[in-house]
């Protein structure tokens, strides 16, 4: 798919998640003030903002582990919005977090096995998702038995990356991905985003690196206070357009 | 002048407290006594609320300070002939004291979990200790005594009668709430309560928490081993059963289910639960404590702000 | 001479064996701590009617194994229970309640236990008559069994922590609730069964321990104190390090014995938590972390 296929109007025809005015509070703060926004099979779609602008909160409530008290999330045309997150990461939502959180205290194979071992899986198919997953991350497969806490963080995010390929899911949630990676770091995770798309696994991606998602990404979405103010095709935004500066402060 | 509040608070409490001291004008001796240790075992629980509903405390060591105030007065009561109420009392709470002081030391350095199971656990050291130590506290058997007489030493000395007993008891109680309301509502109470909020906010603040712990721990301590020396007055004997962690445990089932932070809570929270154990005990022998425990999970889960728990803040204001 | 160090070799045989029974009780402990941060206060309990359904199999079956395996299972299921009727609604609560509702618990059971079982103490028959020297003693032969059957069953919960797939599920919730959720893994229903896990291992320990002493309606009430001291000293959520701490608390004691009456000799193991508490609050026997 390339990244001038993508057209704003009209809407998708079968948008895999569809976020529809979700507000959330923090005890008394009211975090997302009716955010919209919709992702189709296969695509990657950018999600920008300054840093608190609710951009990580958007994705959790996507994934489950915040509850919208109003709106609704469809995932598959299915309201979702109430479901635990576990029944969401079976369905095919994987989640890819700030900070990574990996299992420190399991070793690589075991916090793949965490999303491979499923039902309806078979041992072969277990075995072929396995080499896959090796074959795009060598370095995990040389640390397979070692403990993820003694990983780098540029392999930490590997794994975390990894582990949520292993639910072999429709659509992946990423939370700042390149967050603290060296540069060459970097461009393995944008060689990674190119491999999902290949797969037609949907990406949404929230970064704070800016080229990295104009690059990537078919759309881009922009968030401030808790809302999205602007929405685009990634082909018809600079890095220096009056509305990036506005929202980011580039 | 009199805001609202006050007025309807100061009318509520001395409704109950006319009710209290009539009680053994129209009682039968039987719920008298009732009475009496339903404010007794309420002074204790109220000892626990400082710790658990004003500090954020939870400790199990009630009966350890509960223990100790009743040996301590009945050391006195053996060793001074003919035996002398103010010299029992002091004792009571010195022996309290000293055993607060031992916890207080350590309620500094331990949070949360291990702190409550610390505190179970001294209350089984002192268990032991007194068990075993046969030749001092009597061992199983604990210590029989007289009771001492009411009076103004050297100048008129009054055996107890049943009416007397009680009344001195809810003086004892009433005075010990009313202290413990006026400290809850200084600014060392409000400290308190900012500690059990978050702890972390008000040391950054500057507040020196440890030591308002410690006097805190201390405080509970004191009227703990009071609510002791009563029991050892009013029931003339002391035995280690009192220090088995199983009493700590019920002055915080009373505190709980009458509702945390509110000091009358827990004599309310004693009253409901002796009633309900009376109650049961009727109609199940001695199971009662099954159908009782089950109300109390119940309770717990669908309860969990006490019986007095809604009116926390009208109480505390 | 001689003697001394017989006695002190006996007591060391003796604290082995109690202390891996206790290892059994501490290690479902410590494994529900870790996972739910819920102090089970009706874990002596569960130890207890293990017991006493041990009695009961073994009475109308004859078999040791079989009131082992009856034990295990029933309280088991009696866990799971427990778990979802009493601690699932708490999930999200202040962990206060949790410490109460287990108490409330303990009480329902002990005196059930009273009601139905009356307050006579009662045994469970050595499952292997017969003894070996072992020194100046005539040491039954079962006791050594028990400690090896004990000691089976926490190499048993190892191997399935550490190579099936729920174990793996378990160790991964412990470590991060929400990142287990969000890779699929069905938290409410794995913390019911480590619930349920943790009072089979306990009633288990009850089975192994009752012909050593007698089984009544109290007898939780020592081991939860012990379990308790035995799971901090090990560090909280560490199930080795509660293996280790129990063989410590129990030798602790068994030595101790040869000073001081039985009675006086918890205070040794007291003054053990104490002083982990003061100097080394995450476990004896775990780094303190930095």
Known sequence: MNADDATIEPPLKAPLVTVEDIHTYYGKSHILHGVSLEVGKGEVVGLLGRNGVGKSTTLKAIMGLVHPSRGSVRFEGRPVAHLPSYRLARLGLGYVPEDRRIFRLLTVLENLRTGLDRHGVSNARKKELLEKVYDYFPRLAERRHQAGGTLSGGEQQMLAIARAMMLEPKIILMDEPTEGLMPRMVSQIREVIDVLRREEVAVLLVEQNVPLTLEASGRIYLMENGAIRHHAAASELRVDDPVMRRYLGV | ?317 | MATSIAQFLVQTVNGVVTGLILALVASGLTLIFGIMDVVNFAHGELFMLGAYVGVITLAATGSFWLALVAATLTIALLGAVIYVATLRPLLGRDPLNTILVTFGVSLVLQNYALWQFGPVARKIQEPFPGHFALFYLDYPWYRIVIALLAAAIIAALWLFLKFSTYGVWIRATTQDRLMAQAMGIPVPRVLTVVFAIGSGMAAASGVLFGPLVGVDHAMGLDWVLKAFIVVVVGGMGNLAGSVAAAIFISLLESYAALIVSPAQAVIFSFAALILTLLFRPTGLFVPTPK
Request: proline content about 4%; overall charge positive; aromatic content about 16%.
């Open chain 2, 1 to 317: 002048m009199m805001r609202r509040h006050d007025i309807a608070y100061w009318t509520g409490f001395s409704v109950v407290l006319a009710l209290l001291i009539a009680a053994p004008l129209v009682l039968p001796e039987f719920w008298r006594r009732f009475v009496t240790e339903i404010l007794i075992w309420g002074l204790l629980a109220m000892s626990s609320d400082i710790l658990i509903g004003y500090t954020g405390m939870v400790s199990f060591g009630h009966s350890a300070f509960f223990g100790l105030g009743m040996y301590g007065a009945a050391a006195a009561l053996l060793a001074v002939k003919p035996p002398n109420l103010w010299l029992a009392i002091p004792c009571g709470l010195l022996a309290s004291a000293a055993v607060a002081a031992f916890v207080a030391y350590f309620s500094t350095r331990l949070r949360d979990i291990y702190f409550a199971i610390t505190t179970l656990i001294f209350s089984q050291i002192f268990y032991v200790i007194i068990f075993t130590w046969t030749a001092v506290t009597g061992g199983e058997n604990g210590l029989t005594f007289s009771r001492p007489k009411l009076g103004i030493p050297g100048l008129v000395a009054v055996p107890f009668t049943t009416w007397t007993l009680h009344w001195f008891v809810l003086a004892a109680v009433t005075a010990s709430y009313l202290v413990l309301r006026r400290i809850m509502r200084s600014p060392f109470g409000m400290v308190l309560q900012s500690i059990r909020e978050n702890e972390a906010r008000t040391r950054a603040i500057g507040f020196p928490i440890e030591r308002y712990k410690i006097v805190a721990v201390m405080l509970s301590g004191l009227f703990a081993g009071l609510a002791g020396v009563l029991y050892a007055i009013q029931n003339e004997f002391a035995a280690p059963d009192f220090v088995f962690f199983l009493v700590s445990g019920e002055a915080v089932i009373y505190n709980v289910m009458g509702g945390i932070g509110t000091l009358v809570g827990p004599i309310a929270g004693a009253a409901f639960f002796l009633l309900l154990r009376e109650a049961c005990s009727r109609f199940f022998t001695e199971y009662y404590l099954i159908p009782v425990g089950l109300i109390f999970i119940a309770m717990v889960i669908f309860m969990p702000q006490g019986l007095l728990g809604f009116a926390r803040r009208w109480l505390n204001r």
